[in-house]
């Protein structure tokens, strides 16, 4: 079993950056492809960005492709995700995920962190 904790989200100017982490513990998360997903009110869940158990594969959503950068550390048992050049089309609750198996299907993941709030302004 994995439980996750993210941190890091904030209130943003357009333009801007954040870090997102999400820290993990239980035996299986070295083992876990890891992902984020965000959703903002009134839509559905969406996929972000997903690296895999050694952090050689990582994926990306078109929308952030460029922006946002997926990396994990699996000595601290921490995912990261960097988010740059921030939109206010990126406000959402933002969630991280463990996965056996990885993917860009929400309901691939087995384990869900409460999700960290960003907000980008204009």
């Known amino acids: 079993q994995v439980q996750l904790v993210e941190s890091g989200g904030g209130l943003v100017q357009a333009g801007g950056s954040l870090r997102l982490s999400c820290a993990a513990s239980g035996r299986t998360f070295s083992s876990s492809s890891m992902g984020w997903f965000r959703q903002a009110p009134g839509k559905e869940r969406q996929f972000v960005a997903a690296?895999?158990?050694?952090?050689?594969?990582?994926y990306y959503a078109d929308s952030v492709k460029g922006r946002f950068t997926i990396s994990r550390d699996n000595a601290k048992n921490t995912v990261y995700l960097q988010m740059n050049s921030l939109k206010p089309e990126d406000t959402a609750v933002y969630y991280c995920?463990?996965?056996?198996?990885?993917?860009?299907?929400?309901?691939?993941?087995?384990?869900w962190g409460q999700g960290t709030q960003v907000t980008v302004s204009l």
């Open positions: 995920a463990a996965s056996p198996t990885g993917g860009m299907r929400y309901n691939g993941y087995d384990y």
């Open positions: 690296i895999s158990w050694s952090g050689g594969s990582t």
